[in-house]
C-alpha cells in the first residue's frame, strides 16, 4: 500500500476527530478531507436494482470515488433472471469466476481508503478480509441479520467459520436495521462498533399523488416471490377466511415461484377476488401499488424488505411481520399499518379484519401516517446516511492508526 494513503488516512481521521459535532462549518470541513479519502470499495454479490440504484446515488454524491465488485451477474433465484439490464451509473467491476478479474480486486483494495464486504459465503472472500486485516486497510461488514439461511448450532459454526477474521479482527459491523444490528451484536464482541444502515431506494416513484383505490372494495397487495419464506400460504388461508364474509375485498398478488399453482388452486373458490399479475418491471410496480389499499408482508423471514417503505411511500397501511426488519424498523402498529406476529395464520388474519373495517376517514389517517414515516427513508437520507457511516469508519482507523503511532513513538522513547 502506497505511503501517501496511509498518510492521507491519519490525516482525516485526526482532523475530523477534533472538529466539533455542533460546528457550522463541519460540511464544509469534511468535504475539504475527503479528497483526501475518495476511494471506497464495496464487494457484493449481484447487481440488484436496488443496490444497484444506491450505488449510482452515492457515485453521484461525488464524496467519494465509488467502485463497486460484484461477484456474479445473477444468481439462481427466479427473480433475478426477470431483472432488466442494470443501469450502471458507477464504477465497477463484474467477477465472475475470472481471475483477472479478482486481481484487478485485490490491486484495488490496497487503493482503497475503505472497504465494505456486503457478503461473506463466496470462497475468495476471506482471503481478501486476510489483506484487510494485514496491510492494516480500512474495511468493515456490511450485512443483514445472520441466522435463517444457516439456523441453529450449524449456522452458528459455519458463520464462525466464514467470518473468522471478522471475528478477529475490531472492523466495524454495518447491520441492515436495527434489527440486524442487535443480532451481530449476540454473534460479536460488544465492543466493537455497529452502525445501523439499512438499504434504501428512490420512493419517489410510489409517492406519487394519483393514489387511486377504489371506493367500493378493499383491495390487498402481495408484492414479491411467491415461496414459502414469504409467508404467501398463510396470506391465501388468512383470505379465503375473510373472503366467507366480505364480499367486497380483493387480494391481487405482484410476483411469481414455486407456489403459484398450489396459491391459484387454493384462491379458485373465490377467482373473482383474485388477481395474480405475475413478475412486473421494477418500473411497473408504482402503478399497482396505487390501485390498492393495503400492502401485506407476511414474511417468516426477511433481513429488511423494501416492499415495507415502497408501500408506506406509496400511503399503504403495511400488514408487516416481526421477523421483518423493514417492518420492525417503520411500521408503528394501529398508526401506518400492523406489526404481527411472524408464521401465524391468525394473527394476520386479525390484522386484515381490523383493516377492512376502517372507516374511510380512518384510512385516509393511517395512509398519510404512511407517507410521513416514508419521508424520513428517501433515496437522499440513504446516501447521506451512507457517507456519514463510512466517513466515521474510515476515522476509528485513522484515529487507532494515530493512537498507535502515539503509543510506538513513547516505546521507543522509554526505551532510549
Known amino acids: 500500500m502506497a505511503d501517501v494513503t496511509q498518510i492521507n488516512r491519519t490525516i482525516v481521521g485526526v482532523w475530523h476527530a477534533k472538529l466539533p459535532i455542533y460546528c457550522p462549518y463541519r460540511e464544509i ?8 479519502m475518495q476511494n471506497l470499495l464495496i464487494i457484493t454479490y449481484i447487481p440488484s436494482p436496488y443496490q444497484v440504484e444506491l450505488f449510482n446515488a452515492i457515485a453521484f ?48 483494495i490496497y487503493t482503497s481508503d475503505l472497504v465494505v464486504f456486503n457478503y461473506y459465503r463466496h470462497p475468495h472472500l476471506s482471503k481478501l478480509m486476510d489483506c484487510c486485516l494485514e496491510q492494516n486497510i480500512p474495511w468493515c461488514f456490511w450485512g443483514e441479520r445472520p441466522g435463517f439461511k444457516h439456523a441453529g448450532l450449524f449456522g452458528w459454526l459455519y458463520r464462525r467459520w466464514k467470518l473468522a477474521t471478522l471475528h478477529e479482527s475490531s472492523a466495524p459491523i454495518w447491520g441492515v436495521g436495527i434489527w440486524g444490528v442487535e443480532q451481530y451484536r449476540r454473534e460479536f464482541s460488544i465492543s466493537r462498533n455497529y ?81 395474480f399479475h405475475g413478475f412486473q418491471p421494477w418500473d411497473k410496480l408504482p402503478h399497482y401499488y396505487q390501485q390498492a389499499d393495503f400492502l401485506c408482508v407476511p414474511s417468516r423471514h426477511d433481513g429488511w424488505g423494501m416492499v ?45 379484519h381490523q383493516a377492512i373495517k376502517l372507516s374511510p376517514e380512518e384510512l385516509a389517517n393511517y395512509s398519510q401516517n404512511a407517507k410521513n414515516r416514508a419521508d424520513d427513508h428517501s433515496l437522499t437520507n440513504g446516501v447521506e446516511r451512507f457517507e456519514r457511516t463510512a466517513i466515521e469508519t474510515i476515522r476509528l482507523f ?12 513513547k516505546l521507543i522513547t522509554d526505551n532510549q
Open 308 to 352: 415495507v417503505p415502497e408501500g408506506l411511500a406509496a400511503g399503504l397501511p403495511v400488514i408487516g411481520t416481526d421477523t421483518t426488519g423493514a417492518a420492525i424498523e417503520l411500521i408503528r402498529d394501529s398508526h401506518n399499518g400492523w406489526l404481527i406476529d411472524a408464521d401465524s395464520e391468525e394473527s394476520l388474519h386479525e390484522a386484515m
Open 398 to 409: 485513522a484515529t487507532a492508526d494515530s493512537e498507535k503511532g502515539v503509543t510506538t513513538q
Open 195 to 275: 452502525f445501523d444502515l439499512p438499504y434504501f431506494s428512490d420512493l419517489t416513484r410510489f409517492a406519487a399523488n394519483n393514489h387511486n383505490p377504489s371506493e367500493d372494495k378493499r383491495v390487498f397487495l402481495y408484492s414479491g416471490a411467491l415461496i414459502q419464506r414469504k409467508g404467501v400460504d398463510l396470506l391465501a388461508s388468512a383470505f379465503c377466511k375473510l373472503a366467507k364474509q366480505f364480499n367486497d375485498i380483493e387480494l391481487h398478488f405482484l410476483g411469481d415461484g414455486e407456489l403459484r399453482s398450489e396459491l391459484e388452486k387454493q384462491l379458485t373458490p373465490y377467482v373473482e377476488q383474485v388477481k
Open 61 to 108: 454524491a461525488g464524496k467519494f470515488k465509488l467502485k463497486v465488485a460484484y461477484l456474479q451477474t445473477s444468481c439462481d433465484a427466479t427473480i433475478a433472471q426477470q431483472w432488466q439490464q442494470p443501469d450502471f451509473q458507477h464504477e465497477h467491476l463484474i467477477l465472475n469466476k475470472s481471475n483477472e478479474n479478482f486481481q484487478q480486486l485485490e490491486q484495488d
Open 29 to 36: 470541513y469534511i468535504s475539504k478531507l475527503l479528497k483526501y
